[in-house]
């Protein structure tokens, strides 16, 4: 196998453990807000609403299923969406209001008070996204915007959870993290696990 390759792969694992050293301080505070928000709208039966861009999405998408799903333990289902995989939705919204409206559009008509946003954008600046997550706080949801280092200039929301990173994969690297670490504090104060 040639040196360079296992070059390129040692480097990129170097780089994301310094961006997780870093992202461990960083976001404490507003991953635990975070989490304990989930856990409120979880024990109340409201719904967690998540969106994305690209791996974004997928993202969105993965915690979806883990909540409606299970994460470890086989569980009741939390009620969950993810907005970006419904085809008919997609489409309709960005040919008929334009892709800025995308998320906005699909809050406004699924999210009540008590529920909870996830808006997953590693720059920061997605319109889409942070129209969504403006349009959650104005619906009574708890908005909570997963992004990189530079946060959510301009936007409104109730949590930020910002990584402190310029490098797109190791920002989704670290959202993944956050995400699984919700999953884990909210099954433990679900089903008493810690």
Known sequence: MPDNLRAII???????????????????????????????????????????????????SHMAGELI?????????YAALALGGDVGSVTCIANDFGYGALYERQVEGLARPGDVAIGLTTSGTSE?????????????ATAIALTGERGLPGGEVDIVVAVPSTITAHIQEV????????????????????
């Open 10 to 60: 040692a480097d990129h694992f170097a780089t994301n453990l310094r961006t997780v050293e870093a992202s461990a301080g960083a976001v404490a505070e507003p991953a635990a807000a975070g989490a304990a928000a989930l856990i409120a709208a979880v024990r109340a039966g409201r719904t967690v609403l998540c969106f994305g861009n690209g791996g974004s999405a997928t993202q969105a």
């Open 69 to 77: 799903g299970r994460f470890k333990e086989t569980r009741r289902p």
């Open 128 to 140: 889409n996204v942070v129209r969504g997550l403006a349009m959650a706080r104005k619906q009574g």
């Open 175 to 194: 959202h993944l993290m956050v995400l699984h670490a919700w999953c884990v504090a909210i099954d433990g104060a679900i089903l008493g696990q810690s």
